[in-house]
């Protein structure tokens, strides 16, 4: 405290100190992800826009150096190729130098002093994040001024990716580009673009241009708010609609690329290093298909749901001309078919399901979807690309070739690389942006309430592969995980800003995980960083979660609150089954913002559910209550009514009159509530009993309140 405000004094006696801002220059401690290795040196260099590069010895392509030479002119550094001899620039870019071989790709090293920069690298990719550590350097104070310094850096993992669900709200060319900027920023090099989907049909094909045409608009009501209440309504497209914009006229939305934005998006995401891995789905997800194409339905009298027959060619024939226009399209090596939550209701019911089951030997339902996955795998391998999908491909089998992307939690990524395939870890429990990030009371509804930025930092795919111990879990197979990928899917996403706060700052902690060395982790020294990241991001148009405002988890998990319920005996009775002791029930400390199994948040998934606590002896009561969650997207109602009793010998039971919550039913939302009253009884014994009010329905309790 004294020094500080012995600095403050300093500081304001001698406003040139604080002035210029080359007297503060940008150090390497600031950057997102974290570099591995760096020192600083005496000394700063002014890196004013327009200084002049140089590239030495290239390795890889002349037309990839061309293109970095133009990224960094246009880029935020702005620089101009050298006039002259390349010890003339100021930054000095050498690729493929001895010192960085056996480096992995997008290795580099970076040295600051007085007279310029010197960049090694082991390819251009290297160069190109040694860029993106000076553009934030230079960014982290007001000024050009960098501190002389020297990094070592490389990244962990060679899939470092960010999904973007342009279907559930379709998103403009131009905020595409914005991510690919700010990707870029992070050093994150693979964009998934989640295309097709129940709603909508995002890019223009010449090998399915109906699908644009009468699939890619609906009904306004459709899109933005919770799916499962509003009704699909697919109209053609608006006469003069421009594409890659959102479309609402307030009775019509949706939107979809043409050919020429996707080569747009495609040319500005390689300028920056990053590869994008289309998503057609299939076999499910499919409503807007199956409104353009209803003989793609299975045969039978079951025309509903979203999930195409994989016993019909002809579905076949389009996915193969769909997905080769892809191929032709797309660079990457990866072509993601999606595979998720494929209900199989309508196969069983279908007779050229049941033929082909028979026909090709299968076991079930679960063998056709891999047969349909095994022949998909079998054409994109034809084409020299590898296929990838949501973990359940490993449904029924997982193909030989197939790629797995982990997002049922980890399991299915475990699961995967214990039979030797290459997986993605995108696990909802810790990389959903769908999820909300703060305190639900203050948040914007989410798919569900709150997965913080910690909760994000904190997970390390390889620690939880190495621990599960099955098959082939092992240090010696780590190269099959290939890397981490962030999720953000649009189902809630009203606006563009919307999307961005859910995607930001939660990415830069998986872009961290994906770049820095396992064990370099320390939330604080992140938090600090991804603070100063966040409002650069701001002050340049992005729209992050303030994380300066964070509330964090509920301060009540956290204090212990005065319980005469302390000690007690505590039983939750569900149905007609036997009472289970639940002492969390009662203990004082309130639940999370989010249901857990850890037995805070009580599910209870049956009709009538009775809470009892056995004081042990007669006592004084002044408030009877309890605490309930609200979480309908995950079918947790608040109870249908309550009812409070007391008893002195655990027979007869007297009612206590407690007002009943009274909500609106059909709300969508989260919350907590408390029903409770303060009461004048003497009891040993206090009762609680409420109603799920449907078997369908679950009601979250956290604790019976009695004081
Ligand atoms: C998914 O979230 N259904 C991949
Ligand atoms: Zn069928």
Redesign the pocket.
């Known amino acids: 405290m004294i020094k500080s405000l012995f600095l403050f004094a300093l500081l304001a006696a001698n406003p040139a100190v604080v002035s210029d801002p080359a007297d503060n220059p940008g150090t390497p401690d600031c950057i997102i992800p974290k570099v591995v290795s760096y020192s600083e040196s005496k000394g700063r260099l002014d890196l004013a826009n327009g200084a002049s590069y140089a590239i030495e010895g290239a390795l890889s392509t002349d037309a990839d150096v061309e293109v970095f030479g133009k990224y960094l002119e246009e880029s935020q550094l702005a620089l101009v190729k050298v006039n002259g001899p390349a010890r003339k620039a100021l930054v000095r870019f050498h690729i493929g130098p001895k010192e960085l071989k056996g480096k992995p790709a997008g290795a580099y090293s970076l040295s600051v002093d007085a007279k310029g920069i010197s960049v090694k690298a082991a390819d251009v990719a290297g160069a190109f994040y040694a860029v993106q550590s000076l553009i934030q350097m230079r960014n982290s104070q007001d000024g050009t001024a960098i501190a002389a310094c020297r990094i070592e850096d490389e990244p962990r993992y060679q899939y470092r990716g960010l999904m973007l669900d342009l279907v559930r709200h379709f998103e403009s060319k131009d905020f595409v580009l914005r991510q690919i900027d700010m990707m870029a920023l992070l050093k994150m090099n693979r964009l998934h673009l989640h295309l097709t989907d129940n709603e909508g049909w995002r890019i223009e094909l010449d090998s399915a241009p109906e699908m644009v045409a009468e699939g890619a608009f609906g009904s306004s009501r459709f899109f933005n708010i919770l799916r499962s209440n509003n009704p699909i309504g697919f109209c053609k497209a608006p006469e003069g609609y421009k594409t890659g914009t959102y479309y609402d006229d307030g009775a019509v939305c949706g939107g979809y690329y043409s050919k020429d934005d996707i080569r747009e998006i495609l040319d500005y995401a390689a300028a920056r290093q990053i590869v994008v891995v289309p998503e057609i789905e299939l076999p499910g997800h499919n409503k807007a298909l199956l409104h353009v194409h209803p003989e793609f339905f299975c045969d039978g009298p079951h025309k509903v749901g979203d999930v195409v027959c994989p016993a019909n060619e002809k579905v076949y024939d389009f996915f193969e001309k769909v997905i080769a226009e892809v191929i032709d399209m797309f660079p990457s090596e990866y072509i993601h078919v999606g595979g ?2 494929a209900s199989k209701e309508n196969w069983k019911l279908c007779s050229l399901c049941r033929k082909k089951i028979e026909s090709e030997g299968l076991k079930d339902v679960l063998e056709l979807q891999s047969y349909m996955i095994r022949r998909m795998d079998k054409y994109i391998t034809s084409k020299g690309r590898r296929l990838i999908g ?1 973990d359940e491909i490993l449904e029924g089998g997982l193909s030989e070739n197939a790629t797995v992307m982990s ?1 049922r939690g980890t399991g299915g990524g475990i699961d995967a690389l214990s039979m030797g395939h290459d997986i993605v870890m995108s696990p ?1 429990t810790y990389y959903y942006l769908d999820y909300g990030q703060d305190a639900p009371y203050k948040e914007p509804l989410a798919m569900r309430p709150f997965l913080p930025l910690k909760t994000v930092y904190d997970y390390d795919p390889e620690k939880e592969i190495l621990e599960s111990g099955k098959g082939r879990c092992d240090a010696s197979s780590m190269h099959h995980l290939l890397g981490v990928q962030g ?1 953000m ?1 649009g189902e809630f996403v009203i606006t563009e800003e919307h999307y961005e706060y859910m995607i930001y700052p939660r990415t830069y902690a998986i872009a961290e995980t994906g770049w820095s060395p396992a064990g370099s982790k320390d939330y604080d020294d992140f938090r600090t960083r991804a603070l100063a990241f966040n409002a650069w991001a701001m002050n340049n148009g992005y729209h992050p979660f303030d994380l300066a405002g964070e509330v964090g988890e509920r301060a009540e998990t956290k204090i212990e609150l005065p319980r005469i319920t302390k000690g007690a005996k505590v039983t939750v009775k569900i149905g007609g089954n036997e009472p289970q002791e639940e002492p969390l029930l009662a203990d004082g400390f309130l639940a999370g913002w989010i249901y857990n199994d850890q037995g805070y948040w009580k599910r209870t998934p049956r009709e009538e559910i009775i809470v009892e606590a056995d004081l042990g002896e007669s006592k004084d009561i002044h408030y009877i209550g309890a605490e309930f969650m609200d979480y309908r997207s995950k079918s947790y109602y608040l109870p249908e009514d309550t009812e409070f009793f007391v008893s002195e010998d655990g027979k007869e039971y007297v009612p206590v009159h407690v007002p009943r919550l009274c909500l609106e039913r059909g709300r969508k939302s989260y919350g907590v509530f408390t029903v409770g009253s303060p009461v004048a009884v003497r009891a040993r014994y206090v009762r609680l009993r409420f109603n799920t009010g449907s078997r369908k329905v679950s009601t979250g309790i956290s604790e019976l309140i009695v004081n």
Do not use: A, Q
């Open positions: 998720d939550e949501w997002w909802n999720n899917w």
